[in-house]
């Protein structure tokens, strides 16, 4: 079996290594290609990801290179989790929008439009590559934003799955508190990627005792204190909401947190000259514990789970995925992609049924869905007036004024990423 990471030159790359070399019967990759054109950093990790391999006593070949239709020849299965402009165009992303009085962040809001206009076109390149080197492969997608760079592969025909680590990263935590092994728990997770609530946690699969009653009970206060919510609000809502929708619940507490501290990807930009550093180190054979502060907890076993399960293997039987809605969400358009627990096998994910939501979930998701068709429709078509309307509609936006200052700002800082502008 083989498989390509384009990107494989990112810091997150060990964390995905060692999955793929402590869940080798799981999915027995027999070559891995990690595909980067920043071929300094590609080096390092390519080296790392070798002496992890031989550590945990995987025979399989790791080969780096930074030609893409040579790296993807002949894969089952193509990984994505590149970033365009790197952390830069992160950092920007957080950032000009606080001008504006708006949430800086690079996957929703203003910054997250900003990382779809720069993101789309060159995953579709790839993903064009991908299928004429080899029709068959499937492409799991874990770019941001992943909601809509997986519905744009999916509208242009690509055997594609969207993939986020904040269901997996629920499911490890509930599993603790409850004391069970993690594959007892089984989320009513609903939503679209970073606008997901559990609604329900059930021991034993999608028909076992839904314990989250007595999961917020118990253990409210841990949980609010994770998600910087209070508990009063958790309460209220009867469900645990993701993490991201602290940004619509709290915007302008965000907002003014966010102007008095160095931005996340400033943060993230020194950790990775420290990754870099420690990976070149020829005597480091395992995952450094500051990786764990970059992010991506559990990527690499949802992203074994998940392969494992399209390419025929031993996969869990559902998994959160992102895919097309086909009728699962009735307020939707079945063409919309959704982020909910699915059956996943080599045909590839099918939705399971999901109850009737709250409205206050239900609008929001709706309202986000709008802006997401004219954000993709902004990043095939391009235009001022594609990005203003698509700003315009999103609920962390929502104002004329806004918008305007937004789009210019946006088309500013990311002109040399966007052909059109």
């Known amino acids: 079996m083989k498989l390509a990471v384009v990107g494989g030159g990112s810091t997150y790359t060990p964390e995905l290594i060692d999955g793929f070399a402590r869940l080798r019967d799981t999915l027995p990759i027999t070559e891995l290609v990690l595909v980067?054109?920043?071929?300094?950093r590609l080096e390092l990790v390519g080296g790392l990801a070798r002496r992890i391999f031989a550590k945990l006593?995987?025979?399989?070949?790791?080969v780096t290179t930074s030609d893409l239709d040579a790296g993807v020849e002949g894969a089952d299965a193509v990984l994505l989790q590149l970033r365009v402009g790197g952390q830069a165009a992160r950092n920007q992303d957080e950032t000009w929008p606080l001008e504006c009085g708006c949430v800086g962040q690079e996957t929703t809001g203003a910054g997250g439009l900003a990382k779809a206009l720069r993101t789309v076109p060159v995953v579709l390149d790839i993903a064009e590559r991908v299928r004429r080197a080899n029709p068959d492969a499937w492409i799991i997608d874990f770019t941001n934003p992943v909601g809509i760079v997986t519905r744009a592969l999916l509208q242009a025909g690509h055997k594609a799955v969207g993939l986020c680590n904040v269901a997996i990263g629920f499911q490890r935590k509930f599993a603790k508190l409850l004391d069970v092994a993690p594959s007892e728990v089984h989320l009513d997770h609903v939503g679209l990627n970073h606008l997901t609530w559990e609604?329900?946690?059930?021991?034993?699969g999608p028909e076992g005792e839904n314990v989250l009653p007595r999961l917020l009970a118990a253990h409210g206060e841990a949980i609010a204190e994770d998600l910087h919510l209070?508990?009063?609000v958790v309460d209220r809502l009867g469900v645990?909401?993701?993490?991201?929708?602290?940004?619509?619940?709290?915007?302008?507490e965000v907002v003014r947190e966010l102007g008095t501290k160095p931005s996340r990807a400033a943060e993230v930009a020194a950790m990775e000259k420290e990754?870099?550093?420690?990976?070149?180190d020829p005597s480091l054979d395992e995952k450094p514990a500051l990786l764990a502060k970059?992010?991506?907890?559990?990527?690499?076993?949802?992203?074994?789970?998940l392969a494992a399960s399209l390419l025929g293997g031993g996969g869990s039987p559902y998994q959160v995925v992102n895919t097309y809605n086909n009728g699962t969400l009735p307020f939707l358009a079945d063409d919309a992609v959704i982020e909910v627990q699915a059956a996943v096998g080599p045909s590839g994910p099918v939705p399971l049924s999901v109850a009737p939501l709250d409205p206050l979930f239900a609008g929001l998701i709706a309202n986000v869905t709008a802006y997401e068709d004219l954000a993709l429709e902004a990043a095939l078509r391009g235009g001022r007036d594609r990005v203003?309307?698509?700003?315009?509609?999103?609920?962390?936006?929502?104002?004329?004024?806004?918008?305007d200052g937004l789009t210019d700002r946006l088309i500013a800082h990311n002109r040399e990423h966007l052909a059109w502008a």
């Open 199 to 204: 609604t329900g946690v059930r021991l034993g």
């Open 230 to 232: 209070p508990l009063s």
């Open 294 to 305: 970059r992010g991506g907890a559990f990527y690499s076993e949802a992203a074994v789970d």
């Open 36 to 40: 980067d054109p920043a071929t300094d």
């Open 57 to 62: 006593g995987h025979d399989g070949k790791i």
């Open 240 to 252: 645990v909401p993701s993490y991201y929708l602290r940004y619509f619940y709290a915007h302008d």
């Open 275 to 280: 990754l870099l550093e420690m990976y070149g």
């Open 388 to 403: 203003f309307k698509a700003l315009l509609a999103h609920p962390l936006v929502g104002q004329h004024a806004y918008a």
